[in-house]
């Protein structure tokens, strides 16, 4: 496969953007307070969980499914990455990790959908950006995969 460090770098960047997503990333910001997908953050008080923000349980387990699914996410790109790094051309790992970027996809769509309207001044912070980088560069990554000719 040409270009087999690329893509190697390429699933390890995206896999790092996932971890840091979700894990460290504040998706918003109230003030000094930080919220995202595994719950908030205050200086004043350390991690707490989302339902002072107004948000239903509803939103909640959104977040702990983007949360979960950016984990699940981070860790085939992982196994993408060796498996390419050890000059194999994994399609199944590129479909799997097609599949659970899109369902982390669609449960941090939710999350940010469901987000609470409840005139709290909500500002974006860089989870959600991460989040969006992460998925881009995973899935050009299992892309340039698949369309990698077979071994001989």
Do not use: Y
Not at 120 to 130: D, S, W
Request: charge should be positive; aromatic fraction near 10%; proline fraction near 5%.
């Amino acid at each position: 496969m040409k270009h087999r460090w690329f893509v190697v770098a390429l699933a390890l960047a995206a896999a790092s953007a996932f971890a840091l997503s979700v894990q460290a990333g504040r998706w918003w910001s109230i003030g000094e307070v930080e919220l995202g997908p595994s719950g908030s953050r205050s200086p004043f008080g350390g991690p707490g969980e989302l339902s002072w923000a107004g948000g239903s349980a509803r939103w909640e387990r959104f977040g702990i499914a983007t949360w979960a699914g950016g984990l699940m996410a981070m860790f085939v790109l992982v196994v993408l990455a060796g498996a390419v790094a050890a000059k194999r051309v994994p399609r199944l790992a590129a479909r799997t990790a097609l599949v659970a970027i899109a369902t982390a996809g669609l449960a941090a769509i939710a999350f940010v959908a469901a987000r609470p309207d409840n005139g709290l001044p909500f500002a974006i912070g860089r989870g959600v950006i991460l989040f969006a980088a992460a998925a881009g560069a995973g899935v050009i990554s299992a892309a340039w995969v698949l369309r990698a000719p077979p071994r001989s």
